[in-house]
């Protein structure tokens, strides 16, 4: 999440229990975060060991699929409805408040003519479950009023965010069992081989000939701790080292042969709150507490909004062409006195930072040209540098990151969004990174967690959806077994009271 964090240290591999505070001591926010964190890991695995990885209450079932026909043309769906109520997908409490619909979910920010239903063809409905970061600048009840007007920003908030999306199924796919496996064929495959990250600080060539004597400059040498976040902008497979990107100055789509990141020194957490935006002119609420918080001629920015930062999830295959992120953009003059700047082009024509309602936000990333052995461009036409692997690649003050693919031979896949975490700290001169053999250890993505479940199958036309949620009953007080399925349908005298087995947990 990008927050403005000291650090993040929840590690569920070291297995603690609790954070426990000592008197006297400085009191952190790693320290308060770790609680949660430890106090959320517990639930979730006990929710998923006791209901398993997708299942939904019966006493309150959630996420009820209807169709809603066209009334003009027979056989066609133009929309479905969702019905209220509660899930749980990988432990995660996924609540529906009211009914809604497909086209109108909260979250979903869909276009009719964008995002038309499968039509023809049979398809899954799926739910799409992650956590997404809340600060005071999208909800301002977060912020203490009585701190001062506006007050100090304190403490940002996580919320699970959820979405009902749809995939289709080759033509003939019947029966509950065929379906789940379809789609969970179809979700494995998006991500095949997920990019990992190995981060260190900056070490001479001939380091490994003299691994004793080694330069004073082979340190983090920032004049602050810093939290870096290296984040994927445009998705798809790394770039192939000696591409040629053509001339330098060239700036369409064939510049880009793959994916690209950004990165930023405070954990992307530096945003700027947009009042009014037009053409390239951009003006702001704020221009940051202070000069490091703040906005210089030069930096690169990406405008973006509640609807933008839903849409990032797209279950799209990353094997196939690069997942074009909007472009973006250097801020080349500043007004400080009308708290206006002006960007080096203008904004793309999706509505993305003019709508008041879905909170539009300026963010400053800290990336620049980067060059790169064995790749002619340094910044992609999307203005993210490329990411290509096996390499070790410079940030800053000494920082180097190094992507590489889990199969030897092929190239990674990256994930719009998917992003890393580091802490570069003064007192030791070097990053805080696990190591494997001595090495930096080469680690998959730290987020964003994506969860799915399936929740409907629509065969096509007219023909009646089948439900794919898979419903649980409360535990008994005496017993302590789980019901079955259907038990809410019973008797309650009647209620089988044995476990579900393995087979009745099969889910996504």
């Known amino acids: 999440m990008q927050g403005d964090f000291s650090r993040v240290t929840h590690d569920p591999r070291k297995h603690f229990s609790a954070v426990l505070s000592q008197q006297g001591r400085v009191q952190l926010d790693a320290d308060v975060n770790e609680q949660a964190a430890i106090l959320l890991h517990q639930i979730r695995t006990a929710m998923i060991d006791l209901v398993g990885d997708a299942a939904t209450p019966a006493g309150k079932p959630g996420f009820a699929i209807e169709t809603v026909p066209d009334p003009k043309e027979p056989g066609k769906i133009v929309d479905l409805t969702i019905k209220a109520g509660r899930t749980y997908v990988d432990g995660l409490l996924v609540e529906n408040d009211a009914d809604t619909t497909y086209f109108g979910q909260p979250d979903g920010h869909l276009d009719r003519d964008d995002d038309e239903l499968p039509q023809g063809v049979p398809y899954a409905v799926y739910l799409r479950v992650w956590e997404q970061l809340v600060h005071s600048l999208v909800d301002p009840s977060i912020r203490e009023v009585a701190l001062g007007d506006p007050g100090p920003d304190t403490a940002a908030r996580a919320r699970v965010v959820w979405q009902v999306a749809t995939h289709a199924l080759p033509t003939g796919t019947t029966g509950k069992d065929k379906v789940k496996e379809e789609l969970r064929t179809w979700l494995d495959g998006l991500n095949p081989r997920?990019?990992?990250?190995?981060?260190?600080?900056?070490r001479p060539e001939d380091s490994d000939d003299t691994p004793c004597d080694l330069s004073p400059e082979s340190r983090f040498r920032g004049p602050e701790n810093q939290l870096y976040r290296i984040e994927v902008h445009s998705g798809g497979q790394s770039w192939k080292r000696g591409t040629k990107s053509g001339d330098d100055d060239r700036d369409d789509d064939s510049c880009l042969f793959g994916a690209t990141f950004k990165w930023s020194r405070e954990n992307g957490?530096?945003?700027?709150?947009i009042l009014s935006l037009s053409g390239a002119e951009v003006r702001l609420a704020d221009l940051g507490r202070d000069g490091k918080l703040g906005l210089e001629v030069g930096d690169w920015v990406e405008i973006v909004?509640?609807?933008?930062?839903?849409?990032?999830?797209?279950?799209?295959?990353?094997?196939d062409d690069p997942v074009r992120a909007p472009a973006l953009r250097r801020v080349v003059a500043i007004d400080a006195?009308?708290?206006?700047?002006?960007?080096?082009?203008?904004q793309a024509d999706d509505g993305c930072g003019t709508r008041q309602r879905l909170h539009p936000l300026l963010r400053r990333w800290d990336h620049g040209p980067t060059p790169i052995r064995g790749i002619r461009t340094r910044l992609?036409?999307?203005?993210?540098?490329?990411?290509?692997?096996?390499?070790w690649i410079d940030l800053e003050d000494g920082v180097q990151v190094k992507f590489s693919s889990p199969e030897i031979g092929k190239q990674g896949t990256y994930r719009r969004g998917d992003h890393w975490q580091v802490a570069a700290r003064i007192a030791t001169g070097d990053v805080e990174w696990p190591r494997s053999g001595g090495e930096p250890a080469d680690l998959e993505p730290h987020g964003v967690h994506y969860h799915?479940?399936?929740?409907?199958?629509?065969?096509?036309?007219?023909?009646?959806?089948?439900?794919?949620r898979r419903l649980f009953a409360p535990i008994e007080e005496a017993g302590g077994n789980v019901d079955q399925p259907d038990a809410a349908a019973k008797p309650a005298a009647t209620r089988s009271r044995r476990r579900?087995?393995?087979?009745?947990?099969?889910?996504v």
């Open 194 to 202: 997920r990019g990992r990250l190995a981060v260190r600080t900056d």
């Open 269 to 273: 957490s530096v945003v700027f709150p």
């Open 305 to 319: 909004d509640d609807a933008s930062a839903a849409r990032v999830a797209d279950d799209v295959a990353l094997d």
């Open 337 to 346: 006195a009308d708290r206006r700047i002006t960007l080096d082009s203008e």
């Open 380 to 391: 992609a036409s999307d203005g993210a540098v490329p990411i290509v692997e096996d390499v």
């Open 452 to 468: 799915y479940a399936p929740l409907w199958f629509v065969p096509g036309g007219t023909a009646t959806p089948e439900d794919l």
């Open 500 to 507: 579900t087995t393995a087979k009745e947990d099969d889910d």
